[in-house]
């Protein structure tokens, strides 16, 4: 805090100062003279803006002597106006008469803005938001942004420390659609297997995309199976990629982690390290643009294991955030044909390397040699990840109607490697770095879409239709030879790399699908006050059969001020390839003892021999009612209540052991009599398999209440958002020789994790402030209670925590802003528990805000 102070003194001394700039006002409306709510006013040239408040009306102090404003709004074309003397007032016209016209996320109307949406849908201006938060991947900027959006750094937990799993409205990773420019986005070929989200389940790895490349977040609060496809049972999220034109921006962030919980001497660890640039260049004189952005991130192991390198008897000598590096390249375009015709095309490549420490190999372990290690090792777990997407279309008007095709084609290849480690097997002879094989899921959409509003149909009709046929495949491949065997069986020692041993051949596969989409999207207005919608969604899939979804929603506008809304729908999640595919056998630790498992896929013998059916859909049904109100010119308050069921959900199940207790005798044991003779013979002493398990049911509330106060120049915006959420296990199906063994099939710990993917409640106070040059952001953050189970089958409650960030804001000159702050800044941390009972070997599991403690940041953004 030291540090913020002279730099606020500075701040506050040179507004103070400025009495060269002018004070802009105006308002902003639409054609029919009602008030656009949250246009976005930037001063062109400059990093100086401001939106406008629940009466469309806007103050901003000018930098310049003649200013040109861009006003822009989603469903409206953007207009550039001079700044003259006296109040400014702009009507923006709906954009539904070019292919220039928006669509937002929930809607395939293209006149249709957030506030008159029958479903929730979020907006986050990304530019807003980096400028003054600390945070700066996609993932840790919604995780403090949106209350319905949750996600947690793992550790310890093999590939998910280097991809983070991310819910809405605290469902699974995979049950949440994410789209790039209205497209469907590929997900991660990582399975996640460990950690305390998101276990069992696939997902999209948020963080390839970079913040630098995406000018607003849309984040549908709402089941939309029916509209989007697969996934869609929590929501969507929509990423829009940038598209502005003569604007280079250049930004360089620096932070770095209070190292309060390390055994050294260090002060600070965890270096975040950020550098983007961003360009846009006009391509003819019908609206085309090319626009693209370089990224690269580096990030610095934390250290939260609190014990000496040397000392014994724990889990984890090592304990916190991966180092990542990460390097990207995003490209959004479009190239007019005419004035009813153009070519658009977007996507980009990231790169990224990762080392994760494992679980500490103490001196006197027996997968130890002390010829190689005399102190013991720490394994670290390296990745690296490729992934890619490319997508190409044409939209043509023909006539009324809007048509869209396009080829989407995504990819994610995963490759594990392990140093700093041995094979056991091997002895004094081991090599300490392996190759462990990995895996790659790719996938290619092809879609055609047609829209077309009717103006005289009542109040307006739109209708869209639309099919898509998507193709996806997925390999697991092996590692080397030495990551995988056991060149001494007699030993009692486990082959393989330790840390992570590699993929064998027979676990490699390569599989593929398809699937065919069709869907009919309609809405109606019967009134200038009344939205009826609704759509259905056809879907065939080569390893599953066919599903059929709908969904029904409405809006009524009771007054000016006050409107309401409901949505009801079915919908499904496909069990991905990675669930299906996925086998392996690894080293778990269980109260910090080795245990060899095997992870076993559907076609497994051991799995056929148990009856456990192959997998197939997720099904959903989801209701959303909720009212949006503006209470005078300066104060909007929406509250959406949500039902999410889902049945015959995909889960990873509990471990069953070969051997277990004699009920004669406590301190001898006996062979599992239905599954221990399996077990042996593949020489493992675990195992479990992903199922259509479980069937849940969700219960929530979100609200946001937002406040504008405009006085003498400056702007204070205040933002209450929260999202509260209950979530019960409904019933636990087992299935073939294991039937009747619920607990275990699925048992307490396992469903505490899936309780776990969100707190109860998680509530944003944010209040961001503007004046002139100046400005500063104040925001709370407080996380419910909690539970989990440890490995001594206890309750491991996470009692309820409040974070507060601070960050102040200065613009140097026209184009130049600094920002510095603290996100943590009162460096609050979860609960501690005994490490050796967690499921990641630390004194806490990665929940609620994380285990870091205090960020510091500092940020240098230029724009011309």
């Not at 919604?142 to 983070?164: C, E, I, K, M, Y």
């Not at 990542?324 to 977007?346: C, R, W």
């Not at 759509?535 to 080569?542: M, V």
């Not at 259509?692 to 969700?698: D, L």
């Amino acid at each position: 805090m030291k540090q913020l102070v002279p730099i606020t003194i500075m701040c506050l001394t040179s507004v103070m100062a400025m009495g060269q700039d002018q004070n802009l006002t105006g308002q902003v409306l639409d054609v029919a003279g009602r008030p656009v709510v949250g246009a976005t006013v930037l001063e062109k040239g400059t990093n100086n803006g401001t939106g406008t408040d629940g009466s469309g009306r806007f103050t901003l102090r000018a930098r310049s002597q003649s200013p040109t404003l861009v006003i822009s709004s989603i469903g409206f074309a953007p207009q550039e106006v001079s700044a003259g003397a006296g109040p400014i007032s702009v009507r923006l016209a709906e954009s539904t008469t070019s292919l220039d016209a928006v669509q937002v996320v929930g809607s395939r109307s293209q006149n249709r803005s957030v506030t008159d949406s029958p479903s929730p849908v979020d907006i986050i201006d990304i530019r807003e938001v980096t400028t003054k938060t600390g945070q700066l991947d996609v993932n840790q900027l919604l995780q403090f942004v949106a209350p319905s959006f949750n996600s947690n750094r793992q550790t310890g937990s093999d590939g998910a420390d280097h991809v983070d799993p991310a819910t809405l409205r605290g469902l699974g990773p995979d049950q949440t659609l994410v789209l790039v420019n209205g497209k469907r986005q590929h997900q991660s070929a990582l399975v996640n297997l460990f950690g305390s989200r998101g276990r069992g389940n696939t997902g999209t790895d948020l963080n390839v995309i970079p913040a630098a490349s995406i000018q607003r977040i849309e984040i549908l609060r709402d089941g939309a199976a029916a509209q989007y496809g697969s996934d869609a049972i929590a929501g969507v999220i929509n990423i829009v990629l940038k598209n502005s034109v003569d604007e280079l921006t250049v930004s360089a962030n620096y932070g770095a982690y209070d190292a309060k919980y390390r055994f050294d001497d260090e002060t600070f660890d965890g270096g975040n390290f950020n550098a983007n640039v961003n360009y846009g260049i006009g391509v003819g004189s019908k609206g085309g643009f090319v626009n693209a952005t370089l990224d690269y991130n580096k990030r610095e192991h934390t250290q939260r294991a609190n014990v000496p390198s040397s000392a014994d008897g724990i889990a984890r000598r090592e304990y916190g955030d991966p180092e990542v590096s990460n390097a990207a390249a995003y490209l959004n375009a479009k190239f007019p044909l005419s004035d009813k015709a153009h070519i658009y095309t977007f996507g980009g490549m990231n790169k990224r390397k990762g080392d994760a420490y494992a679980w500490t190999r103490f001196p006197d372990d027996d997968r130890n040699v002390p010829a190689i290690y005399p102190n013991g090792f720490d394994p670290i777990i390296t990745s690296d990840i490729i992934d890619g997407s490319a997508v190409v279309g044409a939209r043509v008007l023909v006539g009324e109607w809007d048509l869209d095709l396009s080829n989407n084609f995504g990819s994610n290849r995963f490759e594990y490697g392990l140093r700093n480690t041995l094979n056991a097997t091997l002895g004094a002879s081991s090599p300490t770095s392996f190759d462990a094989g990995g895996f790659q899921l790719q996938q290619n959409v092809v879609g055609l879409s047609a829209t077309r509003n009717y103006k005289t149909v009542l109040q307006g009709f739109n209708l869209a239709a639309g099919a898509e046929y998507r193709r996806e495949w997925y390999s697991l491949f092996a590692g080397e030879e030495a990551s995988y065997r056991n060149y001494d069986p007699n030993s009692g020692v486990a082959g393989g790399s330790q840390g992570f041993p590699g993929y064998q051949p027979s676990d490699a596969i390569k599989a593929d699908r398809d699937n065919v989409g069709v869907y009919v999207d309609a809405e109606l207005n019967v009134t200038q006050r009344w939205l009826l919608a609704a759509a259905l969604r056809y879907e065939n899939y080569s390893d599953f059969g066919s599903t059929l979804n709908y969904k029904a929603a409405t809006r009524y506008n009771l007054t000016e001020f006050l409107t309401l809304r409901g949505t009801f729908s079915t919908g499904f999640r496909a069990p991905s390839l990675a669930q299906i595919n996925f086998n392996s056998t690894f080293t778990n630790f269980i109260g910090g003892e080795a245990v060899e498992v095997l992870l076993a896929r559907n076609n497994n013998p051991v799995t056929q021999k148990l009856g456990i059916p192959s997998l197939k859909q997720e099904t959903s049904t989801s209701a959303n009612i909720g009212l949006t109100s503006r209470i005078g010119s300066s104060l909007s308050l929406t509250l959406d209540g949500y039902y999410i069921k889902v049945n015959d959900r995909v889960v990873l199940t509990s471990q069953f052991a070969a051997r277990i207790p004699d009920p004669n005798d406590e301190n001898n044991t006996i062979l599992d009599p239905v599954i221990g003779a399996d077990l042996e013979a593949a020489r493992v002493g675990q195992a479990q398999f992903f199922a259509n398990a479980a069937s849940t049911s969700s219960l929530g509330l979100d609200a946001v209440l937002s406040h504008t106060l405009t006085l003498s120049g400056s702007r204070l915006n205040s933002t209450l958002a929260a999202n509260f959420n209950r979530l019960r296990i409904d019933r636990v199906t087992t299935s073939g020789r294991l039937a009747g063994r619920e607990d275990e099939f699925f048992g307490p710990r396992e469903q505490a994790f899936v309780k776990a993917s969100a707190p109860p409640s998680k509530i944003n106070l944010t209040f961001d402030y503007q004046l002139g040059r100046f400005g500063a952001l104040l925001r709370f953050v407080r996380f419910a209670e909690i539970e989990l189970i440890g490995y001594d089958d206890e309750a491991q409650v996470y009692k309820p925590r409040t974070t507060t960030d601070l960050s102040f804001s200065y613009a140097l000159t026209d184009h130049l802003q600094f920002s510095v702050g603290s996100s943590n800044l009162f460096d609050v941390y979860p609960n501690r528990f005994d490490p050796q009972l967690t499921e990641t070997g630390g004194a806490w599991d990665p929940v609620q805000m994380g285990s870091n403690g205090r960020f510091y940041f500092a940020k240098l953004q230029a724009r011309f």
